[in-house]
């Protein structure tokens, strides 16, 4: 018999192959990985192609470097604005309080329904952050603040944002790495 902490791993992982599955398929689809013409024409164009010069920056314009933004061309359903500032290395990952990985000094929140971008970034910028992802169709926001952060500031910023009147949920920006040996 399988303990319960075995299943609930065997469970985490193959939640994590399913999600790798879908991004491999999205990739095939969405992004010409097969070859010329292939796929549709929606392209990700990194501002900075140059990842080894984002290690370690922390002003607010060299936060935006590195951000991946996505177009939408030859008649695919407009979901509006979407980008997301991706990891340049281990380095960017950290732990939360509660022993999870996480990207260090990021989290990810919902605005409320009818809340303005331009709200979530004055309620942000007083946080010394920046908006460096965004997923218009959902209101959706990756943060970064400009400072390095410990794990129970990080806690500590989750819950005051969670607690904001503009934001409908506010939680880190969980990382998973998983060994596929078995596929």
Request: aromatic letters at 10%; one cysteine or more; hydrophobic letters at 40%.
């Amino acid at each position: 018999m399988i303990k319960k902490a075995g299943k609930k791993r065997i469970i985490i992982t193959l939640m994590v192959v399913v999600l790798v599955a879908f991004l491999l398929l999205f990739a095939v689809l969405y992004y010409d990985v097969i070859g010329e013409g292939a796929g549709s024409n929606i392209s990700m164009n990194p501002e900075n192609p140059n990842m080894e010069e984002l290690e370690n920056l922390r002003n607010p314009d060299e936060l935006m470097q590195g951000i991946i933004r996505y177009e939408v061309t030859e008649g695919l359903e407009d979901i509006g604005e979407a980008y997301f500032k991706g990891i340049t290395s281990m380095d960017d990952i950290g732990y939360t309080i509660e022993g999870y990985s996480c990207v260090k000094n990021q989290l990810l929140l919902t605005a409320e329904e009818g809340i303005t971008f331009a709200q979530i970034e004055e309620l942000v910028h007083s946080y010394d952050a920046e908006i460096v992802g965004y997923l218009e169709l959902t209101d959706d926001y990756q943060i970064e603040f400009y400072e390095e952060i410990t794990p129970e500031r990080l806690w500590t910023l989750k819950e005051e944002l969670a607690q904001n009147v503009l934001v409908k949920r506010c939680d880190y920006n969980l990382f998973a790495e998983s060994d596929c040996d078995f596929l």
